[in-house]
């Protein structure tokens, strides 16, 4: 296996271009599970570990894939920043991220493990992914290669199990995730309570700026996806009865169906870990749970507010 380690970016680029079959590794949380156990065995490694850019992120205004300025402020977080520093620096700018960073693993793992990671194995699994969908359609990953960069739409990203839209000579340089502008949760449930591979998970976040709900659903489908029809339900339920505006009482109907609609959305197995009915289950569960944590801290806000 052959060792590559770029001093810079640029250089990385280059590397990948002249190796599009070589294995990028930052953290290593995952890449080194699959060597460890013979599952993967790349012709090469490309070691980004030394380009210090990975590892930074930024807020400012940022363009979409269309050359318009996504609107309001928006997070560029580098492939490379780990779990501990969004939960650290970034939980009241991102907080459902931060919320998913602090479940992985251990402290270890969450000094070295990062979205960027999660992002290149694409498992559907991986806890960053109902977070990062749940904050919008206006989070893109920043995808590079010799020949320029690319902004890959985070619903568009995920193509199948532990597979995504990258091209064979492209790298994740950073994610762009736009500022929250309510409150968001994320919910996972484990076979135990820490160092353990999600049986399923759930993203949500309100984004009362434009009047629409976000949510994330991983290990429960081929790839990580949305709940689409819960989105709108609930949008749809929020707007007409002004509840976005009063604070008001959702009621236990609308959270109800919120919950089956989530649950419908998804698509498990039977697997060692839990069985696809507990799955469908227990999504039901979070979806509800996790609506009620996020309503009541948006009426609270509403409250101190006024």
Known sequence: MEFLRPATWDEALA????????????GGTDVMVELNF?????????????ISELTEWESGT????????????VI??????????????????LPGLAIAGNTVGSPQIRNRGSVGGNLGGASPAGDAHPALLAAGRDVFVEAQSVRGTRLIAIDDFYVGVKRNSLEPDELIRAVRIPVADGPQQFSKIGTRNAMVIAVCAFG??????NGTVGTGIGSAAPTPRRAVEAEEFLAGELAERGLWQSGGLIGPAAIQRFGELVSAASSPIDDVRGTAAYRRHALAVMARRTLTWTWNEYTQSLRSAA
């Open 15 to 26: 590397a990948k271009a002249e190796n599009p079959s070589a294995l990028p590794i930052s």
């Open 38 to 50: 013979d599952r993967h065995r790349p012709a090469a490694l490309l070691d980004l570990n030394r």
């Open 76 to 93: 560029r977080l580098g492939a490379a920043v780990p779990y501990a520093r969004i939960t650290n620096e970034l939980s009241d700018r």
């Open 62 to 73: 940022f363009e979409g894939p269309d050359g318009q300025a996504v609107e309001g402020e």
């Open 204 to 209: 949500f976040a309100l984004h009362p700026k």
